[in-house]
C-alpha cells in the first residue's frame, strides 16, 4: 500500500472513531418516556397522604427578607416548628397547596413551556429565594415550595413564579424546578401561599358560630371591659381615664349594647349611651369571630399543663410568671381560676353556659406588626352553671307525699340537667386544653378595633340631682320638672 493510500485509512479511521465518541457525549433529545416538563408532569406521581412536612420561602419585597413557614406532620395533627409546635389548624389552605404541587404531576397541568433562558427568569418571576445573595438585584423572586416524606425524602419542590393576569386564564402562574432553566406555564393559584402564621391559624379562637363554622357556639351575652390600662395597672383599679365596660346582646340578627358604664372613684355607674358609641360596640361584637393572630408564644411547661387540664387554682407561685406579661391569678389554691389582666377583658357567654374569656395583658414594641405595637392575649373558659338552675326535687305538701309521676318527672329534668353540665364541662376542657399552653401576640390594630377608644361618656344622672330644687311659687303650687336617664 502506498504512502497515499494509508495516509487516506488512517484519515478515515480517527474519523470513525471521532464519531463513535461523539455519539457517546453529544447531548442528543432524551426520549419523551423519561422527561418531566411540559406535557409530561413536572414530577413524578405521589400521593398526598405521603407527604409529612411542608415548607414554603417567601421574599417580601416590602421588608427586604426572605421569610419560612413550615409545617411538619406529628401523629395526626399538623404543627408550626418556628412557633413552638402551635397546631395548625388551617386545613382547607394546607390541602390546597399540597393538591397544587400532587397536581402538577398531571401531564394536562403543565400547559407549556415558555422560555429556557436563566435571563428570563426575572421576566417571569421565578428566581429562586433560596440563591440570593446579601446583596444584589431582588427582582423577580419566586416563592419556593418543598415537599416531604416521613423519611425527609423531597417529593417535590417548585419555584412559584407571577400569574397570568388575564381573567380568562385565572389560576395559572409561570413555574420552574430549582436548577433547571426551563420555565413553564402550569395550573397554579398563587394566592393560596402565604407565610404569615395567622394565615395558618384559625381566627375564631372563641369558637363562635359564624357563616365559615356552623357548627360553633351561639353567644347569649358579650361583656367588653376596658380597662385602658398603662404599664403593671389592673382591672382591680376602675378609676383610669378613658376606662369603660359594656355588655352587648342579641337583638335579632345581629346586636345591641344592653348597658355601658363608666368609673366613679371606687365603683363603676351607668353612663349615657350615645347611638354612635352604641355603633362601635356591636361592630366591635361582630369582630370577635375572627381575631388574626401575629405569633404565640409557649407557656412555662408546668403552668401551660395546669392550665390546660386543671379548673382549679394551684399554688400562687405557679402564676408568678404572668404578671410581668400583665396577668394576674386571683382565685385562693383549690377555687375555680379566676384572673385579671392589665389590658381589659372580654367575657362572652354561649347558649351552653360556657364563659370564654379572652384577657388582654401588656402592650410591647413590635415593629413587624401593621402599628409597631401588640398586646398578649390569653383565653379561658369556665362553665358558667348559674344558667342552669338544678331542678328541684319534689317535696311532701301538707303531709301528702310526692306522686310517682311527680318523682319520675323530676328524674327525667335531673338527668337532662346532669347531661347539659356534663356537655358544658367537656366542652370547657376542650378549650382550655387548647388554649391553656399558650400566650397569643395580637397587632395592637386588631386589639384597639375589638375594643375600641369611645368619646367622652357621661354618667346618668339620677332624677332627684338632675335639677336643685327650685323655690317654692307664691301659690303655693307643688310642680316639679323630671328628666329621664338618657340611657335607652
Not at 493510500?5 to 457525549?25: D, E, H, K, P, Y
Request: net charge negative; with cysteine; aromatic share 8%.
Amino acid at each position: 500500500m502506498n504512502a497515499a493510500l494509508r495516509l487516506t485509512f488512517l484519515m478515515g479511521l480517527i474519523a470513525a472513531v471521532t464519531c463513535v465518541a461523539a455519539s457517546w457525549f453529544y447531548p442528543w433529545p432524551v426520549p419523551d418516556s423519561e422527561r418531566l416538563g411540559a406535557g409530561q408532569g413536572l414530577f413524578k406521581p405521589f400521593e398526598a397522604s405521603r407527604v409529612w412536612s411542608l415548607d414554603i420561602l417567601a421574599f417580601r419585597p416590602e421588608t427586604q427578607t426572605l421569610d419560612r413557614f413550615a409545617l411538619q406532620k406529628q401523629g395526626e395533627r399538623w404543627l408550626v416548628p418556628g412557633q413552638a409546635g402551635f397546631p395548625s389548624d388551617n386545613v382547607a389552605r394546607r390541602t390546597a397547596i399540597i393538591n397544587a404541587l400532587v397536581n402538577l404531576t398531571n401531564p394536562k397541568s403543565v400547559l407549556e413551556q415558555r422560555t429556557d433562558r436563566k435571563e428570563d427568569h426575572v421576566k417571569y418571576g421565578v428566581v429562586d429565594p433560596a440563591e440570593l445573595q446579601e446583596k444584589g438585584s431582588r427582582a423577580g423572586v419566586g416563592t419556593r415550595i418543598t415537599l416531604e416524606d416521613r423519611n425527609r425524602q423531597t417529593l417535590a419542590t417548585v419555584i412559584v413564579g407571577l400569574p397570568i393576569e388575564d381573567e380568562q386564564r385565572k389560576g395559572q402562574a409561570f413555574v420552574r424546578i430549582p436548577g433547571q432553566p426551563q420555565v413553564y406555564l402550569a395550573e397554579f393559584s398563587p394566592e393560596i401561599l402565604t407565610v404569615t402564621f395567622g394565615d395558618w391559624v384559625d381566627p375564631n379562637l372563641f369558637q363562635l358560630r359564624t357563616v365559615s363554622r356552623a357548627d360553633g357556639e351561639l353567644p347569649l351575652e358579650i361583656e367588653i371591659a376596658n380597662s385602658a390600662a398603662t404599664q403593671a395597672a389592673f382591672a382591680a383599679v376602675p378609676a383610669i381615664p378613658g376606662a369603660w365596660k359594656a355588655t352587648a346582646v342579641p337583638a335579632g340578627d345581629a346586636f345591641a349594647t344592653q348597658n355601658i358604664e363608666i368609673p366613679a372613684g371606687d365603683s363603676w355607674v351607668r353612663a349615657v349611651l350615645p347611638a354612635e358609641v352604641n355603633q362601635l360596640i356591636v361592630e366591635s361584637v361582630r369582630r370577635l369571630g375572627g381575631i388574626p393572630v401575629f405569633e404565640v408564644r409557649a407557656r412555662e411547661k408546668e403552668l401551660g399543663d395546669a392550665l390546660s387540664t386543671n379548673p382549679l387554682a394551684g399554688p400562687p407561685a405557679l402564676y408568678a410568671g404572668m404578671v410581668a406579661l400583665g396577668f394576674r391569678q386571683t382565685a385562693e389554691a383549690g377555687q375555680p381560676l379566676r384572673f385579671e389582666s392589665a389590658g381589659g377583658r372580654v367575657r362572652v357567654v354561649t347558649g351552653s353556659g360556657i364563659a370564654i374569656s379572652m384577657y388582654l395583658g401588656e402592650l410591647f414594641s413590635k415593629v413587624e406588626t401593621d402599628s409597631n405595637l401588640a398586646r398578649y392575649a390569653m383565653f379561658h373558659a369556665a362553665l358558667d352553671q348559674s344558667r342552669f338552675p338544678e331542678p328541684e326535687a319534689p317535696v311532701a305538701v301538707g303531709g301528702v307525699e310526692p306522686t310517682d309521676e311527680q318523682r319520675r318527672e323530676f328524674n327525667r329534668l335531673h338527668e337532662a340537667w346532669k347531661k347539659k353540665i356534663d356537655a358544658g364541662r367537656e366542652m370547657v376542657s376542650a378549650l382550655n386544653s387548647r388554649h391553656g399552653r399558650w400566650y397569643y401576640v395580637l397587632d395592637e390594630n386588631v386589639v384597639s378595633r375589638v375594643m375600641p377608644t369611645l368619646p367622652k361618656l357621661e354618667p346618668v344622672t339620677p332624677p332627684a340631682a338632675t335639677q336643685p330644687e327650685a323655690a317654692k311659687p307664691a301659690t303655693g303650687s307643688t310642680e316639679k320638672d323630671s328628666a329621664g336617664d338618657g340611657n335607652s
